[in-house]
């Protein structure tokens, strides 16, 4: 009897298998460069897949607008073959269309989306050019320049390598108000006597602590890697979760109310007094300097190449704060959205605000940018929209090459970090074996 049991237990179990596993919502232009002229339609198609097959008989939901506004269309509908292709309507203007399809089952969403280009070259910026902006910024930097460098250096032996020495640098650096602050990084020299060309590497938002670059080091050019916050940048992470959400949660929007204590006038100076301190390196060849950085980094790549002569070149993966002032006009503006909230805690539309906004804004910055730069970034970017960094590359005056990877939202892709490097390396000259 038991056997039997045992026996009828295990059959059930046999006969009772499901299937489980991760579904993926796929979406697609009808158009494999994903650009149309405005005015023609767009068509998107949309699938599900698990296990490496097109689901059927699955209901997905779809939104179709202009990128991070209100949806235009907003529907659900079943999947009754290998895909779903709906009809997305057009824009008349240039910018960028955006479908977000969503499945659920099982308790969770899966999420898919892609994104039209409509002329995107065409883009203009919403942000306005402050009379005295490079006044104003003539004025930080005569401060700054009153500071000695003060660099204090502690090794780092355990960050390199056999080929290069990293230390911890300690920059001053101007503050918030009269007082003077800090600026750290991480330095990292090849050993080899000589002359190298140098970098300067400048982070994405957020508080973490930094290793360097010693594998770039290695291969010939002399890295700093900053951060932007004034604190040490190799203690453990603990300290940088705990600052995130606490004392530097939101600092983005710190001093937004006053242009001469915004957040970013001490960081921007602040990449200025990093390669004050590269420049004055013994081993620095006297010409070659690039910087290079990605979302908030990309802004600071910018920001830096507008401000600093000494820069050459620079390379910009999806530049944050450009055009904030879009969702101003009803459009798609750049990270970190302070002006998308029109009411509550998170609202900052207020005048002086986006007064201050005129001052930092990449746009104004990219409208000075003369020294050849590689850019790049994908069309599904929802953190930097597209047309938020569209707006600043078409007003850059210098060499500009723009590198896209499609279908990337806010990261980037190996090939893309490949490209990019070996551009960095063949502008400075270095040895890329």
């Keep these: 009897m038991l056997r039997f049991a045992l026996l009828s237990l295990l059959a059930f179990s046999l006969a009772a298998q499901d299937r489980v596993g991760t579904i993926q919502v796929r979406v697609a232009t009808d158009h494999t460069d994903w650009r149309y002229e405005p005015g023609k339609p767009v068509k998107f198609q949309i699938t599900a897949v698990q296990d490496g097959h097109a689901l059927s008989g699955v209901k997905v939901t779809y939104r179709i607008g202009p990128e991070m506004m209100p949806p235009k269309i907003d529907q659900t509908a079943t999947i009754t073959g290998e895909s779903l292709t709906v009809e997305g309507g057009t824009m008349n203007e240039p910018g960028f269309l955006r479908c977000i399809a969503t499945v659920e089952k099982n308790g969770k969403t ?48 355990e960050y390199g390598n056999a080929q290069a020495d990293c230390y911890q640098v300690n920059l001053q650096n101007v503050g918030m ?17 000589g002359k190298y060309p140098a970098l300067l590497s400048v982070p994405g938002a957020g508080v973490r602590p930094y290793r360097g670059m010693a594998e770039m080091a290695a291969r010939g050019v002399i890295t700093l890697q900053v951060g932007i916050h004034g604190i040490p940048v190799t203690m453990d992470q603990t300290v940088y979760d705990s600052l995130g959400a606490g004392a530097l949660a939101n600092y983005n929007t710190f001093g937004l109310d006053n242009r001469d204590r915004y957040y970013f006038r001490r960081v921007y ?20 300097l690039v910087v290079t950085g990605g979302s908030q980094g990309g802004a600071l790549s910018i920001v830096t190449a507008a401000l600093d002569p000494r820069v050459k070149g620079l390379a910009a993966y999806y530049p944050a704060l450009s055009d904030v002032t879009g969702y101003l006009q009803n459009r798609a503006g750049g990270w970190p959205h302070m002006f998308r909230a029109t009411e509550g805690p998170m609202a900052h539309r207020s005048q002086d605000k986006i007064e201050t906004s005129r001052y930092y804004d990449v746009v104004n910055f990219a409208r000075r940018v003369k020294v050849p730069g590689l850019y790049s970034w994908g069309f599904n970017d929802e953190t930097c929209p597209p047309t938020s960094m569209y707006s600043a590359y078409n007003v850059i005056p210098g060499q500009k090459k723009l590198m896209l990877a499609l279908e990337t939202g806010h990261n980037n892709v190996p090939e893309q970090v490949a490209e990019v490097q070996a551009w960095l390396l063949a502008f400075l000259q270095a040895n890329a074996n």
């Excluded at 108000?177 to 006597?193: D, M, T």
């Excluded at 007094?273 to 060849?285: F, G, P, Q, V």
């Design 110 to 157: 899966y999420r898919g989306l892609a994104t039209a280009a409509f002329q995107p070259e065409s883009i203009k910026p919403t942000q306005q050019d402050p009379a005295d902006f490079d006044e104003f910024w003539a004025a930080g930097k005569a401060a700054l320049a009153k500071l000695p460098i003060d660099a204090r250096i502690t090794p780092l032996p």
């Design 177 to 193: 108000g009269n007082a003077p602050s800090r600026f750290y990084g991480i330095l990292c020299e090849p050993k080899a006597p």
């Design 269 to 288: 100076l602040g990449c200025v007094r990093a390669n004050d301190y590269l420049t004055s390196l013994a081993k620095w060849d006297g010409v070659h």
